[in-house]
Protein backbone atom coordinates (compact mmCIF):
# COMPACT_ATOMS: atom_id res chain seq x y z
CA UNK A 1 0.00 0.00 0.00
CA UNK A 2 2.69 2.45 0.88
CA UNK A 3 5.03 1.71 -1.71
CA UNK A 4 1.85 2.19 -4.52
CA UNK A 5 0.87 5.09 -2.61
CA UNK A 6 4.87 6.15 -3.16
CA UNK A 7 4.54 5.84 -6.51
CA UNK A 8 1.09 7.14 -7.13
CA UNK A 9 2.76 10.33 -5.58
CA UNK A 10 6.18 9.89 -7.89
CA UNK A 11 3.99 9.99 -10.93
CA UNK A 12 1.55 13.07 -10.03
CA UNK A 13 4.66 15.26 -9.75
CA UNK A 14 6.07 13.77 -12.75
CA UNK A 15 2.81 15.00 -14.49
CA UNK A 16 3.10 18.66 -12.91
CA UNK A 17 6.93 18.52 -14.49
CA UNK A 18 5.71 18.42 -17.58
CA UNK A 19 3.80 21.31 -18.39
CA UNK A 20 5.69 24.86 -17.75
CA UNK A 21 4.78 26.36 -14.38
CA UNK A 22 4.36 30.26 -13.20
CA UNK A 23 7.72 31.82 -11.91
CA UNK A 24 8.55 30.79 -8.30
CA UNK A 25 6.99 32.71 -5.65
CA UNK A 26 9.61 32.31 -3.16
CA UNK A 27 12.02 35.06 -3.67
CA UNK A 28 13.30 35.62 0.16
CA UNK A 29 14.71 32.74 2.08
CA UNK A 30 15.91 32.60 5.39
CA UNK A 31 18.49 30.76 7.27
CA UNK A 32 16.47 29.11 10.28
CA UNK A 33 19.22 28.03 11.84
CA UNK A 34 20.22 31.48 12.41
CA UNK A 35 16.81 32.35 14.00
CA UNK A 36 15.98 31.65 17.10
CA UNK A 37 13.40 29.81 18.94
CA UNK A 38 11.66 32.35 20.22
CA UNK A 39 12.24 34.36 17.61
CA UNK A 40 10.77 32.04 15.22
CA UNK A 41 7.74 31.28 17.85
CA UNK A 42 6.99 35.18 17.50
CA UNK A 43 7.12 35.45 13.79
CA UNK A 44 4.81 32.14 13.70
CA UNK A 45 2.02 34.09 15.89
CA UNK A 46 2.33 36.56 13.48
CA UNK A 47 1.92 35.09 10.36
CA UNK A 48 -0.80 32.98 12.24
CA UNK A 49 -2.36 36.06 12.78
CA UNK A 50 -1.39 37.90 9.38
CA UNK A 51 -2.65 34.79 7.10
CA UNK A 52 -0.28 34.86 5.47
CA UNK A 53 2.80 31.85 4.95
CA UNK A 54 4.37 34.04 2.26
CA UNK A 55 7.00 36.04 4.59
CA UNK A 56 7.81 37.89 1.05
CA UNK A 57 3.57 38.62 0.72
CA UNK A 58 3.43 39.46 4.23
CA UNK A 59 3.47 43.30 5.24
CA UNK A 60 6.12 44.01 7.45
CA UNK A 61 4.21 46.66 9.59
CA UNK A 62 3.01 43.38 11.07
CA UNK A 63 6.60 42.62 12.36
CA UNK A 64 6.20 46.43 14.23
CA UNK A 65 2.65 45.81 15.98
CA UNK A 66 3.13 47.28 19.50
CA UNK A 67 0.25 45.91 20.78
CA UNK A 68 -0.56 42.13 20.75
CA UNK A 69 1.22 40.22 18.53
CA UNK A 70 4.37 41.44 16.98
CA UNK A 71 8.19 41.73 16.90
CA UNK A 72 10.67 44.00 18.35
CA UNK A 73 13.18 45.56 16.57
CA UNK A 74 16.07 43.53 17.48
CA UNK A 75 13.93 40.34 16.41
CA UNK A 76 12.99 41.86 12.92
CA UNK A 77 16.44 42.60 12.61
CA UNK A 78 17.71 38.72 13.53
CA UNK A 79 15.43 38.06 10.78
CA UNK A 80 16.14 40.31 8.04
CA UNK A 81 19.64 39.38 8.69
CA UNK A 82 18.74 35.62 8.19
CA UNK A 83 16.98 35.79 4.97
CA UNK A 84 18.08 35.67 1.49
CA UNK A 85 16.56 37.12 -1.77
CA UNK A 86 16.49 34.66 -4.68
CA UNK A 87 16.64 36.32 -8.01
CA UNK A 88 14.91 33.55 -10.24
CA UNK A 89 15.10 34.15 -14.07
CA UNK A 90 11.86 35.54 -15.40
CA UNK A 91 12.73 34.29 -18.65
CA UNK A 92 13.69 30.85 -18.10
CA UNK A 93 11.63 27.39 -18.10
CA UNK A 94 13.20 24.74 -16.54
CA UNK A 95 13.29 21.59 -14.21
CA UNK A 96 14.13 23.32 -11.52
CA UNK A 97 11.70 26.57 -11.39
CA UNK A 98 8.84 23.77 -11.90
CA UNK A 99 10.24 21.76 -9.15
CA UNK A 100 9.92 24.94 -6.97
CA UNK A 101 6.04 26.15 -8.23
CA UNK A 102 5.06 22.49 -7.64
CA UNK A 103 6.17 22.64 -3.98
CA UNK A 104 5.05 25.86 -3.59
CA UNK A 105 1.87 24.66 -4.44
CA UNK A 106 1.78 21.78 -2.35
CA UNK A 107 2.75 23.61 0.74
CA UNK A 108 0.57 26.31 0.13
CA UNK A 109 -2.52 23.49 0.34
CA UNK A 110 -0.48 21.60 3.58
CA UNK A 111 -1.09 25.00 5.73
CA UNK A 112 -4.60 25.47 4.41
CA UNK A 113 -5.79 21.93 4.77
CA UNK A 114 -8.09 21.43 7.34
CA UNK A 115 -7.01 18.36 8.33
CA UNK A 116 -3.64 20.50 9.13
CA UNK A 117 -4.60 21.27 12.32
CA UNK A 118 -7.18 18.98 13.56
CA UNK A 119 -7.21 17.02 16.55
CA UNK A 120 -7.29 13.75 15.59
CA UNK A 121 -3.76 14.41 13.77
CA UNK A 122 -1.92 15.82 16.86
CA UNK A 123 -2.98 19.59 15.62
CA UNK A 124 -1.28 23.22 16.51
CA UNK A 125 1.39 21.79 13.46
CA UNK A 126 4.18 24.68 12.98
CA UNK A 127 3.73 26.89 9.77
CA UNK A 128 7.52 27.86 10.36
CA UNK A 129 8.69 23.90 10.03
CA UNK A 130 6.62 23.93 6.67
CA UNK A 131 9.05 26.87 5.73
CA UNK A 132 12.03 25.68 6.92
CA UNK A 133 10.99 22.79 4.30
CA UNK A 134 10.29 25.26 1.50
CA UNK A 135 12.94 27.95 1.90
CA UNK A 136 15.40 24.94 1.93
CA UNK A 137 13.90 23.49 -1.06
CA UNK A 138 13.95 27.02 -2.68
CA UNK A 139 17.71 27.23 -1.90
CA UNK A 140 18.61 24.09 -2.99
CA UNK A 141 16.83 24.40 -5.84
CA UNK A 142 18.21 27.92 -6.47
CA UNK A 143 21.29 26.67 -6.52
CA UNK A 144 21.51 23.83 -8.57
CA UNK A 145 20.42 26.36 -11.29
CA UNK A 146 22.60 28.72 -10.78
CA UNK A 147 25.61 26.27 -11.07
CA UNK A 148 23.79 24.23 -14.01
CA UNK A 149 23.83 27.48 -15.76
CA UNK A 150 27.19 29.10 -14.75
CA UNK A 151 28.72 25.24 -16.56
CA UNK A 152 29.82 25.85 -19.85
CA UNK A 153 29.50 23.58 -22.68
CA UNK A 154 32.24 21.57 -23.49
CA UNK A 155 34.21 22.17 -27.01
CA UNK A 156 33.40 19.82 -29.40
CA UNK A 157 37.63 18.82 -29.52
CA UNK A 158 37.42 18.06 -25.88
CA UNK A 159 38.72 14.59 -25.85
CA UNK A 160 36.86 12.23 -23.71
CA UNK A 161 39.92 11.87 -20.86
CA UNK A 162 40.18 15.41 -20.61
CA UNK A 163 39.74 17.65 -17.59
CA UNK A 164 37.04 19.36 -19.23
CA UNK A 165 35.63 16.18 -19.94
CA UNK A 166 35.68 14.48 -16.88
CA UNK A 167 34.31 17.89 -14.88
CA UNK A 168 31.75 18.34 -17.17
CA UNK A 169 30.47 14.84 -17.24
CA UNK A 170 31.16 14.95 -12.98
CA UNK A 171 28.80 17.68 -12.98
CA UNK A 172 26.30 16.21 -15.28
CA UNK A 173 25.93 12.95 -12.84
CA UNK A 174 25.68 15.44 -9.92
CA UNK A 175 23.09 17.57 -11.26
CA UNK A 176 20.95 14.70 -11.88
CA UNK A 177 21.54 12.97 -8.74
CA UNK A 178 20.64 16.60 -7.00
CA UNK A 179 17.13 16.78 -9.46
CA UNK A 180 16.01 13.30 -8.04
CA UNK A 181 16.42 14.44 -4.71
CA UNK A 182 14.64 17.41 -4.91
CA UNK A 183 11.81 15.29 -6.51
CA UNK A 184 12.01 12.52 -3.58
CA UNK A 185 11.54 15.61 -1.55
CA UNK A 186 8.73 17.13 -3.56
CA UNK A 187 7.12 13.33 -3.50
CA UNK A 188 7.09 12.92 0.02
CA UNK A 189 5.52 16.57 0.44
CA UNK A 190 2.74 15.28 -1.80
CA UNK A 191 2.74 12.03 0.20
CA UNK A 192 1.83 14.44 3.29
CA UNK A 193 -1.10 16.04 1.65
CA UNK A 194 -2.90 12.80 -0.03
CA UNK A 195 -2.64 11.28 3.86
CA UNK A 196 -4.37 15.16 5.38
CA UNK A 197 -6.79 14.21 2.44
CA UNK A 198 -7.69 10.68 4.08
CA UNK A 199 -7.58 12.08 7.44
CA UNK A 200 -10.15 14.97 6.20
CA UNK A 201 -12.60 12.41 4.60
CA UNK A 202 -12.16 10.10 7.98
CA UNK A 203 -12.85 13.31 10.25
CA UNK A 204 -16.03 14.16 8.11
CA UNK A 205 -17.46 10.81 7.74
CA UNK A 206 -16.52 10.21 11.98
CA UNK A 207 -18.46 13.95 12.67
CA UNK A 208 -21.49 12.64 10.16
CA UNK A 209 -21.56 9.73 12.52
CA UNK A 210 -21.36 11.28 15.55
CA UNK A 211 -24.56 13.91 14.68
CA UNK A 212 -26.38 10.74 13.37
CA UNK A 213 -25.60 9.30 16.45
CA UNK A 214 -27.05 11.85 18.11
CA UNK A 215 -30.42 10.85 16.26
CA UNK A 216 -30.58 7.52 17.75
CA UNK A 217 -32.69 7.37 20.41
CA UNK A 218 -35.11 9.69 18.45
CA UNK A 219 -35.01 6.61 15.23
CA UNK A 220 -35.31 3.42 17.98
CA UNK A 221 -38.79 5.61 19.66
CA UNK A 222 -39.89 6.09 15.67
CA UNK A 223 -39.22 2.42 15.45
CA UNK A 224 -41.61 1.65 18.56
CA UNK A 225 -44.40 3.72 17.12
CA UNK A 226 -44.13 2.09 13.51
CA UNK A 227 -44.36 -0.97 15.64
CA UNK A 228 -46.97 0.47 17.64
CA UNK A 229 -48.86 1.69 14.93
CA UNK A 230 -48.95 -2.05 12.85
CA UNK A 231 -50.69 -2.94 16.47
CA UNK A 232 -53.02 -0.75 16.33
CA UNK A 233 -53.98 -1.13 12.43
CA UNK A 234 -54.17 -4.59 12.88
CA UNK A 235 -56.46 -4.42 16.49
CA UNK A 236 -58.33 -1.60 14.57
CA UNK A 237 -59.00 -3.88 11.58
CA UNK A 238 -60.39 -6.63 14.02
CA UNK A 239 -62.74 -3.99 15.86
CA UNK A 240 -64.10 -3.18 11.84
CA UNK A 241 -64.59 -6.50 11.35
CA UNK A 242 -66.34 -7.04 14.98
CA UNK A 243 -67.95 -4.00 13.95
CA UNK A 244 -69.32 -4.93 10.10
CA UNK A 245 -70.34 -8.22 12.22
CA UNK A 246 -73.01 -6.30 14.58
CA UNK A 247 -74.05 -4.37 12.06
CA UNK A 248 -75.06 -7.35 9.98
CA UNK A 249 -76.34 -9.25 12.60
CA UNK A 250 -78.59 -5.74 13.66
CA UNK A 251 -79.82 -5.69 9.88
CA UNK A 252 -80.63 -9.72 10.21
CA UNK A 253 -82.56 -8.73 13.60
CA UNK A 254 -84.22 -5.30 12.07
CA UNK A 255 -85.12 -7.34 8.75
CA UNK A 256 -86.66 -10.33 10.94
CA UNK A 257 -88.96 -7.81 12.92
CA UNK A 258 -90.63 -6.16 10.09
CA UNK A 259 -91.29 -9.50 8.87
CA UNK A 260 -92.92 -10.37 12.16
CA UNK A 261 -95.04 -7.08 12.11
CA UNK A 262 -95.87 -7.85 8.62
Known amino acids: MADSAHEAAREWVGDQLRYPQRLPRTAIVVNWSSVPQPVQRRLEEVVRAGGSIDYSRLPR ?7 GLGLS ?3 VRVVESA ?8 TLDNDETRLLTVVEGIV ?5 HPAWQH ?4 GHRSVVALHMELHDFAATTYELLQL ?7 PAHTGPDSYVRQEWDRRQVAFAHSRSALIER ?3 LRLVEQALDRVHRLAEERRAAEELAVGTLVIDRLSRHLAAADVASLNAQITANDLDAAAANLRAQIAYLSTVDS
Open 73 to 75: ADE
Open 83 to 90: ATSLRWPA
Open 119 to 122: PVAY
Open 148 to 154: RCATPEV
Open 108 to 112: DRIAM
Open 61 to 67: RRWWQGR
Open 186 to 188: AVS
